[in-house]
Nanobody, 121 residues
C-alpha cells in the first residue's frame, strides 16, 4: 500500500493543523493506522493510532490535544492537532499495519513520506 501524507505547515503556538494520509489500497479499512513523528536529532516516536475497528490510542504528550480518525470511504486517516506547542515541531509520518495496530514502530509495514510541522513561538 502507498501512503501520501499532507497538511503540514508553519503554525503559531496554540494553533491547529489537520494532517491527512491517503492510502492506495482498496482494503484500507482492514489496516491499523498510526501517526509517528521525528524531531531533529531525536528518534522517531509514536503519536497516535487507530485500529481497523476505530479504537484509538495516544501518546501522553498529545492526549487531549490531538485526535486521530479515519474515513474508510476515502481511504484516508487524519490527525487533528490543536493547541500546538513548539515541542510538536517534527516531521510527521503516517504508517499502516496489515494486522492489528500498536505503538511499536517496527511493526508497521508501510510508511508515507512525511510532512513537516513547525510550531513557532
Amino acid at each position: 500500500v502507498q501512503l501520501q501524507a499532507s497538511g503540514g505547515g508553519l503554525v503559531q503556538v496554540g494553533g491547529s493543523l489537520r494532517l491527512s494520509c491517503a492510502a492506495s489500497d482498496r482494503t484500507f479499512s482492514s489496516y491499523g493506522m498510526g501517526w509517528f513523528r521525528q524531531a531533529p536529532g531525536k528518534e522517531r516516536e509514536f503519536v497516535a493510532r487507530i485500529s481497523s475497528g476505530g479504537i484509538t490510542d495516544y501518546a501522553d504528550s498529545v492526549k487531549g490535544r490531538f485526535t486521530i480518525s479515519r474515513d474508510n470511504a476515502k481511504n484516508t486517516v487524519y490527525l487533528q492537532m490543536n493547541s500546538l506547542k513548539p515541542a510538536d515541531t517534527a516531521v510527521y509520518y503516517c504508517a499502516a499495519k496489515k494486522y492489528g495496530s500498536g505503538r511499536i514502530i517496527t511493526a508497521y509495514e508501510y510508511w508515507g513520506q512525511g510532512t513537516q510541522v513547525t510550531v513557532s513561538s
